[in-house]
C-alpha cells in the first residue's frame, strides 16, 4: 500500500483487507528465490507490531540456502528417531491435552481435507508420516525462519509475538509472497538450538515458511472455513 494512500480510502481499505484475506498456510513452494532485501522489508514492517511497554519479544533466524539445508537435515534426522517422543519434548503445549469440540471437529475437518486433496488415506500412515515430514524442509519454500522468545517472557509478551508473525504474513501477502506458519518444529528445540547456538534463555516458538506458493500442488486448493462473525461475536450497546 502507498504511503501517499489516504487510511479510510476505498484502496486503502481494499489493499489491507485482500493482503488479510489471502493470507493462507501454504504448503508448496516454488524455488523462485526472494531477495534478502525484501525480507529484511517485511521484518522491518512487522516490527511495528504492538507489544506491551514497547518491549519487543521477537527474535528472528532467516535461512536459505545451505544454512536452511543442514538445519532441516538435523530436525528431519530427530523426526525419524524412532524414540523421538521421548527424546525430543515440546518446551510449550501449543495444542491443549484434552481436546473438546468445537476445536476438535474443526482442526480433523482440516486434516482430513489436507489428505483428501494429497488422497492420503486413512490407513497409510507411511505417508502421513511423510506428508509431516514436510513441515521440516520448510515445504520446500527458499527461505525459512525460526521464532524465538526469552523464557523471562510471560504470556502477555506471547500474545504480542503472535501480532508480530500476523504481521510478516501479512506484509508478506502484499508483496506477492505466502507463508505457512509452523508450530511443528516446537518438538525440536533441543536439535535447533544446537544448529543455531541458541542461548540457554532463548526458547522455540514456531517456525515459517516463506516463498512462492506452488500454482499446481494440490494442498494449496486448501480453503479453511471460518466462524461468521455472528458465531462468535456479541454486540452490547
Not at 494512500?5 to 481499505?13: L, R, T, Y
Not at 491443549?96 to 474443526?106: F, Q
Not at 501480532?163 to 509452523?182: E, N
Amino acid at each position: 500500500m502507498s504511503l501517499e494512500m489516504q487510511p479510510g480510502s476505498q484502496d486503502a481499505v481494499a489493499c489491507v483487507d485482500r493482503a488479510i484475506l489471502t493470507r493462507r498456510s501454504v504448503r508448496a513452494f516454488l524455488d523462485t528465490p526472494v531477495p534478502r532485501e525484501t525480507v529484511e522489508d517485511i521484518l522491518a514492517v512487522a516490527s511495528r507490531a504492538p507489544s506491551g511497554t514497547n518491549t519487543q519479544p521477537w527474535r528472528v533466524y532467516v535461512l536459505s540456502g545451505e544454512a536452511k539445508a543442514k538445519l532441516c537435515a538435523d530436525v528431519l534426522a530427530a523426526y525419524d528417531d524412532p524414540e523421538r517422543d521421548i527424546k525430543y519434548l515440546e518446551e510449550y503445549p501449543y495444542y491443549p491435552r484434552e481436546w473438546a469440540n468445537p476445536y476438535l471437529a474443526r482442526r480433523r475437518k482440516v486434516g482430513w481435507d489436507l489428505y483428501g486433496l494429497l488422497e492420503i488415506s486413512r490407513e497409510d500412515k507411511a505417508r502421513m508420516h511423510e506428508q509431516h515430514a514436510r513441515n521440516f524442509r520448510f515445504f520446500d519454500a527458499p527461505v525459512g525462519m525460526i521464532f524465538t522468545i526469552d523464557r523471562i517472557m510471560e504470556q502477555g509478551s506471547w500474545l504480542d509475538y503472535g501480532m508480530f508473525l500476523q504481521s510478516i504474513m501479512v506484509a508478506a501477502r502484499a508483496r506477492g509472497l505466502d507463508t505457512c506458519p509452523q508450530a511443528a518444529f516446537t518438538q525440536f528445540h533441543k536439535v535447533i538450538a544446537s544448529h543455531l547456538l541458541l542461548p540457554p534463555e532463548e526458547m522455540v516458538v514456531c517456525g515459517m515458511s516463506l516463498g512462492f506458493a506452488d500454482p499446481d500442488a494440490p494442498e494449496n486448493r486448501l480453503a479453511t472455513e471460518r466462524e461468521p462473525v455472528s458465531g462468535f461475536a456479541r454486540f452490547l450497546s
